[in-house]
């Protein structure tokens, strides 16, 4: 399969795609007309696994189909609509744990064998949280070939899952967060905003790494998150649709950032932007402005961790939105409030129902924390 980018006579420009006989099972293929390279593989991607059912190329057959003609069709149409992360995660389990189905035909993989592959990755240490992430992928890919008819629907029976313990993560008191805000502010002051956004709007890293100053309006007192920066690039898009969002911030939140924006004399562009970026970084984004990578603001956490007198591995970076978690619920917002806050999707909550928390919770939450934090910060 090729995509490139092609010139008309008429000056327009446009990409295409190109798949050969080999590719097809029947004949070349070339189709263009696609406004991005992304379109233009989607669509050769989503024709490749039409004709191979139509042809019959991945025809059920219980003595030649194997385990890894269901996987290579179902991780296809993942790169196409999951995050990459998502995907980078699957293709990892796959490698790391399905050796021994890969060859496996279907008549090979009754419940017995696929219970016996089971029960291995459990003696051989693998955590609970690992386990699981292999069921949920086994189950998808089996579903996903039952869906679009590639298997019959019997043939394979759900694996449950095991039960998870929960996690209990570790947490700096209320009380005690004035201790490491002042701790902060004197020692490492570079760090010090992205703490305050970070604990006091609950963005997830990527996103308030990638703040920019047109994103925030300070009339108005809004952040816009529409986009992040993650596993070293920079993205357009979310973890999903509910995380584009205008959090709710106390007041102090804007002061800090307005104070940080004139310290270093930012007019537009990213409020945290790396001094000395990758040069790998910058390739993989064409050489735009790169944020603070997560292994500087982690260093920085850590480092503030020991300050405090904690053990650097007490809190992970990401357990800061679980301190604006537990700031609002003290506050006394309502659950469904804090996950469209932080940007987690519910599917119980109508867009009727989000207007009417944000608007009529947000304004109490501001007062509240506003008056709990304002002199600490």
């Not at 590719?23 to 696994?49: C, S, W």
């Not at 699957?90 to 064998?113: C, D, Q």
Request: charged residues 30%.
């Amino acid at each position: 399969m090729k995509v490139r980018k092609r010139t008309y006579p008429s000056g327009k420009e446009a990409w295409e795609f190109w798949v050969t006989k080999k590719e097809t099972g029947v004949d070349f293929i070339r189709k263009g007309g696609y406004p991005t390279k992304k379109a233009a593989t989607n669509a050769a991607v989503e024709l490749l696994n039409d004709l191979k059912i139509q042809t019959g190329l991945i025809k059920y057959d219980s003595e030649k189909t194997t385990f890894n003609d269901l996987y290579n069709i179902f991780i296809n149409q993942a790169e196409l609509s999951y995050s990459e992360g998502t995907v980078s995660n699957y293709k990892g389990l796959y490698k790391n744990h399905f050796k021994k189905l890969h060859g496996k035909t279907l008549s090979e993989l009754n419940p017995y064998v696929l219970d016996c592959w089971k029960k291995e990755l459990i003696k051989s240490g693998k955590s609970v949280y690992v386990v699981n992430n292999c069921i949920k992928l086994i189950n998808a890919i089996f579903g996903y070939c039952v869906k679009k008819h590639l298997i019959p629907k019997g043939i394979y029976e759900p694996l449950k899952k095991l039960s998870e313990p929960k996690k209990e993560r570790n947490r700096i008191s209320l009380e005690l967060l004035a201790v490491v805000f002042q701790i902060c502010r004197e020692q490492l002051p570079e760090f010090y905003p992205i703490l305050i956004i970070a604990i006091f709007t609950g963005m997830r890293v990527g996103e308030y790494s990638y703040l920019k100053v047109e994103d925030v309006d300070f009339e108005n007192q809004t952040i816009r998150v529409n986009s992040q920066f993650t596993k070293r690039k920079i993205k357009d898009k979310l973890k999903n649709t509910s995380s584009v969002r205008q959090p709710d911030a106390p007041l102090f939140v804007f002061d800090i950032i307005k104070k940080h924006i004139e310290d270093n004399n930012i007019t537009k562009g990213l409020l945290f932007k790396a001094i000395r970026p990758n040069k790998k970084t910058l390739e993989k984004n064409n050489n735009q402005e790169i944020p603070v990578s997560y292994n500087w603001i982690r260093e920085r956490f850590k480092r503030l961790l020991v300050l405090c007198s904690y053990d650097e591995r007490y809190m992970r970076v990401h357990d800061m939105r679980g301190e604006y978690v537990d700031i609002e619920r003290t506050a006394g917002m309502t659950m469904e409030y804090i996950s469209r806050q932080v940007g987690h999707a519910r599917k119980s909550t109508t867009e009727n129902c989000y207007s009417s928390i944000f608007n009529s919770e947000g304004k109490e939450a501001k007062e509240k924390i506003q008056e709990k934090y304002s002199d600490i910060v």
